[in-house]
């Protein structure tokens, strides 16, 4: 494959602008804890994500969504990872670490994500995409190694790594209900996750900000957090976990990016970072895994069009290429061609 046929892939500039978002979203964010606690920054812009995604969907007037009984444990479990224990072991390591360690720590949340992806989920990989994940991680790690770094003891590191691990708990989870709406799925991680972190945060004494500094948060929020976090369920769904999180992990370079538009100067870290993560993201691009592989009979419901995957009758007539969402099944399938770990290339021998 080459890198012009990667990047047309829709699940690429979906995992790419994810990660735009949430990176320029850092630095702005930096602004608003001069006026507000980091718990209840991180409650305003969950709440802002959700509340976002609430408004558009009731302005375009989104199909409602009924999540399958079998795949509400999936989102359950993803909110309680990400939405919750995670914020709360974060803010635990932060009260007893200096920044300087804990963002460094921050990007093992990739690493756990890949792994847990490869060898607990059974997604496939192969030299090229676990190298790739390398070079991203290491780019990721030289843009945040401030020079002098420190530790303070094994609990916060221990908060911290598991607030990773949680996140990485969360990304694969959140894979498993990837078909449905992507915007109901962050409209309603962002809900729950906001209101959770507000409650806990005003119950350790936080008082509310001014009008100014809660709007902000709550736009940042919507941008950075809630539609973010669609665009990364739709890479999700085209890409699976471990190649998602791989370009979301660029995150810190484009947020580099926009502080340098802020005034921030050109540094030796930042041009490496960004030579490693091209090489990264190149040898994802890249990449081509072709085999023969079967298909299991299967039911669900997610938008599609009619191609080799899907091959079903309808009532009323369809035109060819025209995206419709309903209840469908997939008869079993044996053939050939180029995919990633998509929603319908999941699990297959190797």
């Known amino acids: 494959m080459t890198w012009k046929q990667g990047i047309s892939h829709p699940g690429v500039p979906a995992a790419l602008g994810a990660a735009l978002l949430f990176g320029a979203g850092t630095p702005l964010a930096k602004w608003l804890l001069e006026a507000m606690s980091p718990w209840l920054l991180a409650g305003f812009l969950y709440l802002g994500s959700g509340v976002g995604l609430t408004l558009y969907r009731r302005l375009f007037r989104a199909p409602t969504v009924r999540l399958p009984w079998n795949e509400m444990p999936w989102l359950a479990g993803s909110i309680l990872a990400g939405g919750i224990i995670a914020p709360v072991l974060l803010m635990i390591g932060l009260t007893g670490m200096p920044a300087s360690g804990a963002s460094l720590l921050l990007n093992a949340e990739s690493v756990f994500t890949a792994l847990l992806a490869w060898y607990a989920f059974k997604e496939n990989f192969d030299r090229r995409i676990a190298l790739g994940m390398g070079a991203i991680v290491a780019g990721a ?8 770094a420190r530790f303070a003891g094994l609990w916060p590191t221990l908060a911290i790594l598991g607030a990773c691990f949680a996140w990485g708990i969360d990304n694969n989870l959140t894979r498993k209900v990837s078909l449905t709406d ?14 959770v972190n507000l409650i806990l945060a005003f119950s350790l004494g936080a008082s509310i900000p001014r009008f100014p500094n809660l709007a902000g948060a709550m736009v940042v929020g919507f941008l950075a957090y809630g539609v973010s976090l669609t665009l990364f369920v739709v890479g999700l769904r085209h890409l699976g976990t471990a190649r998602t999180g791989a370009y979301f992990s660029v995150a810190p370079f484009f947020g580099a990016l926009l502080a340098l538009l802020m005034g921030e100067p050109v540094t030796m870290p930042l041009l490496v970072a960004g030579a490693l993560m091209a090489i990264g993201i190149w040898l994802h691009l890249t990449e081509h895994h072709e085999h023969e592989h079967a298909h299991e009979a299967q039911m669900h419901d997610h938008e599609h069009i009619h191609d080799e995957h899907h091959q079903h009758k309808h009532e009323s007539p369809v035109a060819s290429g025209t995206k419709h969402r309903h209840v469908h099944w997939h008869q ?12 319908h290339h999941r699990q297959h021998n190797h």
């Open 141 to 148: 790690v030289v843009l945040s190694w401030p020079g002098d």
């Open 182 to 195: 992507a915007t109901w799925i962050a409209s309603m991680k962002g809900m729950v996750s906001g209101a």
């Open 332 to 343: 079993p399938l044996m053939h050939k061609h180029p995919h990633f770990p998509d929603a």
